[in-house]
C-alpha cells in the first residue's frame, strides 16, 4: 500500500497525485501516439471516431456526471457543433482549426441561452426538457435546407492545413483529434480543481448543501450546461470532419442515448469513464462485426445479429457494474493496493442525507 | 571494398524490383484462391425487407458459383455490413470493409444518402461501385470509371412514364407529387423536363416530409388542380396514403410510380385495395405460381436456399451476383480492378435478371439499360402492361 507524504497545499489539486499515475498515464500516452505503427488504417479510423465521442461524452460528462443534471439532448448539440463547422468551412475560407474553437463557441452560446429556461427543471422534467431539444433539432435540420441541406445531407470540405490536406481514414487525422482530445481532457481536469468545478459537484452532492455554503445554483447549472454543450460541439465538429457527410439521422434521440449509455457504461463521475465509454460504443459493435465474419454462416449471415450481442452485453454491464468500466477498474486498484483487507462495502453509497432530495 | 559496394547495390536494387513487381501484380482483395467483396446495406431498419432480399440473393449466386470451383479457381468471399439505412453507421461499415477487408469491390451498396456519403473514399481506395441498390442519377452522373448501374435510373423511369401517359393515354393534365429529398425532387425535374420537351406544363404539384401520414391536403390540392395523372416520387407509406386517401374522397384518378414502389408490400396491402396503382419496372416481378419454368425454378431454389419465399430485391440481388460473375469470367485469371472494368464495359445484351431487359456497357457507358415497363396492380399483383418504355 502507497501513502501520499503531503508537504504543500497544491498537492491536493495536482493532476497526478503520486509518480505511480506518471507511470501509467505516460505509458497509455505513449500507447496512444505510436499506435499509428501497430495499427492499420482500420484500426486507426475507428479510434478517430471513438476520439470524437469520447470529446462529446467528456461533454457530457460535465454535466451528469459532476454538476448532477441529467441531458437527453446532447446529440442536438453534437449535431450543432457538426453542422456549424461544415457550414462555416463552406462559407467562409478559413482553416478547420479555427473553425472548430468557433463552431464550438457557438454551440456553446446556444447551450447557455437554452439552458436558462431548462435548468429551471430537475430530474425527469430536465430529462423530458432535454429530450425534446433532440427531437426539434433533428426537425429543424431536416427543415433548414439553405443550411443544413435537409433530408439530403451535407458534404463537409475535407479537413486541411496549409494545402496539406489530411485522410480522415488516416494516422494524419488521428494525430490531430489525439491533440485535441488531451486539450479537452486538460481543460475538465483543470475546471473541476477550480471553484466553478467544486461548485458543480457540491451543486450534484446536494443543493441544499452547496446553497447553504454560498453557491449559486443557477449560475452554477448554466455555466455547467454552457460548457458541456460547448465541449459537446467541438466533439461534432471533429466527427463532422471523421464523416465527411452530414445526415440527419446521425443526431437523432438515439445518438443521444448512446451519449448517455457512454457514460454509464464508462463510470459516471470520472473523466476516464467518458474515454472508456466512447471506446466501448464505437469498437464493441465493430469487433462483434469481425467476429461474425469468424462464425459459421448459419449464424453469422443472420439479419439483426450485432445490435442484439451488443445491446445483450450492455445490459449484462448495466447489470453487474453499475459504477462502470472505471468504477471496476478502481475496484481492482484498491484490491491490489490493500490486498489482504479489501472490503466489498468501500464503494457502497453512502448518502443517507439526500433522501428527501432524491424525490425532486 | 569496391566490390563489396557494388554487391550492395545490386542487393537493393533487385530488392526493389520485386517490390515493384510485387506490387504490380497485386490487386487489392484478391489472392490466388479469393476475391473478398463487399457490400453496406440495410438489414435492419425501416428498409430491411430489401437489403435482406437483396444481399441474400447475391449471396445465393456467389455460393452457386463457389460451389462450381469458383471464377478462374477463386471462390467469392462476400462480407456484408448493416447500415440499418443511417449515413454515420454506413460510414463505419465502409471504414471495416475498405481499410480492413480490403475489398475488391462493393457490390449493391444500398441507400442514395449512404452511397453519396461513402463514394468519394471508395473512390480514393480504388474500388469499384457496382449496381449500387439505388437507382439515383447520382450513381451514374457525373460520370466515373468506378460507378456501375445495371437498370433505368429514377429519373430515365419517370421521364418515360411521362412520354407514355401523355402521348399514348391523351393525358394533358400532368401532376407531381413527391419526398422533399433528392429522390423526390429527381423525379419532379424527370416530369418537369419530359413536359417541357412535349410542350405542356406541370398542372400542379406536392411536396411532402418522407415521413409524412395524412395526406388529405396534398391530395385535395391535387384534386382542384384537376390532375389526370399524378406522377410519385414516394417510397412505401408515401405510396399507399396518398393512393388510398384518393379512393376515400372518390376521386377517379391515375398515379404512376417508379421502382422503388415496386414491391410486394404496395402491390398486396390489404389484399387489393392498391388495384389500379401503376409502378415503372425494371424488371417482372415473379410470382410462386409462375408458369414459366425457368422463373419457377429459380424461386423453388431460392426458397430452398433461403427459406422463405424471395421478394423483388432477391431478384435483383440474384442478377447482380449473375453480372458481377460473369464480369469477373470475362476479366481472366490475371485480375485487377482495371481489367475488370475492361470487361464490365465490354458485356453486351446480357440477361442478368430473370424477366429483366438485355444490359449492354461500353467504354464511356457504365449504366446497363435505360429500359422500364410499366406495371400495374391488378387483383392485389403486379402485372406488366408495356414493351419497354423510353422518351
Known amino acids: 500500500m502507497r501513502f501520499v507524504f503531503k508537504t504543500g497545499y497544491d498537492q491536493d489539486v495536482r493532476f497526478f497525485k503520486h509518480a505511480g499515475y506518471w507511470q501509467s498515464y505516460g505509458f497509455l500516452f505513449i500507447a496512444a501516439v505510436t499506435a499509428p505503427l501497430y495499427l492499420g488504417n482500420f484500426e486507426i479510423s475507428e479510434l478517430t471516431q471513438a476520439i470524437s465521442f469520447a470529446i462529446a461524452g467528456l461533454g457530457l460528462m460535465l454535466l451528469v456526471g459532476f454538476t448532477g443534471q441529467v441531458s437527453l439532448g446532447h446529440a442536438a448539440f453534437f449535431g450543432i457543433g457538426a453542422y456549424a463547422q461544415a457550414w462555416l468551412l463552406a462559407t467562409f475560407d478559413i482553416a478547420f482549426l479555427v473553425a472548430m474553437p468557433i463552431a464550438a463557441v457557438f454551440t456553446g452560446l446556444i447551450g447557455l441561452l437554452l439552458a436558462i429556461p431548462l435548468l429551471r427543471m430537475t430530474g425527469i422534467y430536465l430529462a423530458i426538457g432535454t429530450l425534446a431539444l433532440s427531437i426539434v433539432l433533428e426537425q429543424i435540420l431536416k427543415s433548414w435546407k439553405s443550411v443544413t441541406g435537409g433530408f439530403d445531407g451535407k458534404a463537409v470540405e475535407p479537413a486541411s492545413l496549409l494545402g496539406y490536406q489530411f485522410n480522415p481514414d488516416s494516422w494524419d487525422f488521428y494525430y490531430v483529434a489525439l491533440a485535441i482530445l488531451i486539450l479537452v481532457l486538460a481543460l475538465c481536469a483543470n475546471l473541476l480543481r477550480s471553484p466553478t468545478g467544486r461548485a458543480m459537484v457540491a451543486v450534484r452532492d446536494s443543493e441544499v448543501s452547496a446553497r447553504s455554503m454560498g453557491v449559486n445554483i443557477a449560475r452554477t447549472k448554466i455555466t455547467a450546461f454552457g460548457i458541456s454543450t460547448a465541449i459537446t460541439g467541438l466533439g461534432g465538429a471533429l466527427f463532422a470532419h471523421k464523416l465527411q457527410y452530414l445526415a440527419p439521422d446521425g443526431f437523432n434521440l438515439i445518438i443521444s442515448i448512446t451519449f448517455l449509455l457512454m457514460i454509464v457504461v464508462g463510470g459516471l463521475g470520472s473523466l476516464q469513464g467518458a474515454i472508456l465509454g466512447a471506446l466501448v460504443v464505437i469498437l464493441l459493435p465493430q469487433a462483434i462485426t469481425i467476429m461474425k465474419d469468424y462464425l459459421p454462416p448459419s449464424i453469422g449471415h443472420q439479419p439483426g445479429l450485432e445490435p442484439g450481442i451488443f445491446g445483450l452485453i450492455l445490459v449484462a454491464f448495466i447489470l453487474f457494474e453499475p459504477m462502470g468500466i472505471y468504477g471496476r477498474w478502481r475496484k481492482i486498484k484498491l484490491f491490489f493496493d490493500i490486498f489482504p483487507v479489501y472490503r466489498k462495502a468501500t464503494f457502497r453509497r453512502q448518502k443517507a442525507y439526500l433522501k428527501t432530495e432524491r424525490m425532486r | ?391
Open chain 2, 1 to 391: 571494398m569496391k566490390l563489396k559496394m557494388k554487391a550492395l547495390l545490386a542487393g537493393v536494387s533487385g530488392a526493389a524490383l520485386i517490390a515493384s513487381g510485387a506490387a504490380s501484380a497485386q490487386t487489392r482483395g484478391v489472392t490466388d484462391k479469393e476475391v473478398v467483396v463487399g457490400s453496406h446495406t440495410a438489414l435492419t431498419g425501416p428498409v430491411a425487407p430489401w437489403g435482406v432480399g437483396a444481399t441474400t440473393g447475391t449471396r445465393m449466386a456467389f455460393d452457386e458459383a463457389n460451389a462450381k470451383g469458383g471464377v478462374h479457381g477463386r471462390k467469392i468471399r462476400f462480407i456484408v455490413e448493416d447500415h440499418g439505412y443511417q449515413v454515420p453507421k454506413a460510414v463505419q461499415a465502409a471504414n471495416k470493409l475498405l481499410n480492413r477487408d480490403n475489398i475488391f469491390a462493393m457490390v449493391g451498396a444500398l441507400g442514395t444518402p449512404m452511397n453519396n456519403a461513402v463514394l468519394p473514399r471508395q473512390i480514393k481506395a480504388n474500388v469499384p461501385n457496382f449496381v449500387p441498390f439505388t437507382a439515383s442519377r447520382q450513381m451514374i452522373e457525373p460520370f466515373h470509371k468506378m460507378k456501375f448501374l445495371a437498370f433505368a435510373s429514377y429519373y430515365d423511369q419517370m421521364r418515360a412514364a411521362t412520354n407514355y401517359f401523355v402521348k399514348e393515354k391523351g393525358f394533358n393534365k400532368v401532376c407531381a407529387m413527391y419526398q422533399d429529398t433528392d429522390y423526390g425532387r429527381e423525379i419532379s425535374q424527370a416530369v418537369n423536363d419530359e413536359l417541357k420537351a412535349l410542350n405542356l406544363k406541370l398542372a400542379g404539384e406536392s411536396a411532402h416530409n418522407p415521413r409524412e401520414k395524412s395526406f388529405v391536403g396534398a391530395i385535395t390540392k391535387l384534386r382542384k388542380a384537376g390532375c389526370q395523372v399524378t406522377m410519385m416520387g414516394t417510397i412505401i407509406t408515401d405510396t399507399i396514403g396518398p393512393f388510398l386517401t384518393a379512393k376515400k374522397l372518390g376521386w377517379k384518378t391515375t398515379f404512376v410510380g417508379n421502382i422503388a414502389t415496386y414491391d410486394l408490400i404496395v402491390s398486396g396491402f390489404k389484399k387489393g385495395l392498391m388495384n389500379g396503382y401503376y409502378a415503372m419496372t425494371s424488371f417482372e416481378m415473379i410470382y410462386p405460381d409462375t408458369t414459366n419454368p425457368e422463373h419457377k425454378a429459380w424461386a423453388d431454389a431460392y426458397q430452398k436456399y433461403a427459406g422463405k419465399p424471395h421478394n423483388g430485391a432477391a431478384q435483383l440481388g440474384y442478377g447482380s451476383g449473375i453480372l458481377f460473375l460473369e464480369a469477373l469470367k470475362r476479366a481472366g485469371r490475371n485480375l485487377t480492378t482495371d481489367g475488370f472494368i475492361k470487361a464490365m464495359e465490354s458485356i453486351k445484351s446480357f440477361e442478368m435478371t430473370l424477366g429483366g431487359p438485355p444490359l449492354t456497357f461500353g467504354p464511356n457507358d457504365h449504366q446497363g439499360s435505360t429500359d422500364a415497363y410499366l406495371a400495374v396492380v391488378e387483383n392485389a399483383r403486379w402485372k406488366t402492361l408495356t414493351r419497354p418504355l423510353s422518351y
